[in-house]
C-alpha cells in the first residue's frame, strides 16, 4: 500500500514538474495525483494488492459505522435517563469472535467501550472472547450482537 502511494506522489510531482507553467502550482499537483489514482488504478493488479484508496474507503465506512452506533446507543441511554421509571436488568454475557490479530481484537474492544451502554470487561488470554456488560441485557442484548457484527466486519475489512 504505501508502494503505491509514494508512486502516486511521484507521478503528481512529475506532472508538476513536467507541465510547461512558469511557477509551480497546487492545481497541477492535484491534476497529477489525480492522473496518478487512474494510472495507479490500471495497473493495481500488478503491484499485487488491492488497490491503496480502498482500503482509505474501509476506514472512512468503519468511522461512519462507529458514529452511527454510538449516536443510537447515546440514544436509548438517554432515554433510560430521562425515563420516570428505572427499569434496567443488566448483565455480562460472552462474545467469541472471529478476529486474530491484537490490533484487531483492541479495535473492537475500545470501539465498543467508547459506546454507551456497554462495556468491555475482559478477553480471554488467547483474544477470542470478549466479556462484555451490557446496560439492560434483556433488551438490548440483540442490537449489542448486532453492532458487535458490523464492528467485527469492518474491522476485517481494513484489516485484511
Do not use: C
Amino acid at each position: 500500500m504505501p508502494a503505491q502511494f509514494i508512486l502516486n506522489l511521484f507521478i503528481a510531482f512529475l506532472w508538476m514538474v513536467l507541465n510547461d507553467e512558469d511557477e509551480l502550482r497546487f492545481s497541477t499537483f492535484f491534476t497529477g495525483f489525480l492522473a496518478g489514482i487512474v494510472i495507479i488504478f490500471l495497473m493495481h493488479r500488478f503491484f499485487g494488492q488491492q488497490f491503496y484508496l480502498q482500503r482509505f474507503y474501509y476506514v472512512l465506512k468503519l468511522i461512519f459505522i462507529f458514529i452511527w452506533e454510538l449516536f443510537l446507543s447515546a440514544f436509548l441511554v438517554i432515554k433510560h435517563i430521562v425515563s420516570r421509571k428505572v427499569d434496567v436488568k443488566p448483565g455480562i454475557f460472552s462474545y467469541k469472535t472471529e478476529l486474530k490479530s491484537d490490533w484487531e481484537v483492541t479495535t473492537l474492544a475500545l470501539l465498543l467501550t467508547l459506546t454507551p451502554g456497554s462495556v468491555v470487561m475482559e478477553v480471554s488470554p488467547e483474544g477470542n472472547v470478549f466479556y462484555i456488560h451490557a446496560l439492560d441485557i434483556e433488551r438490548y442484548k440483540e442490537s449489542l450482537l448486532r453492532s458487535l457484527g458490523k464492528f467485527e466486519k469492518a474491522i476485517m475489512e481494513v484489516t485484511r
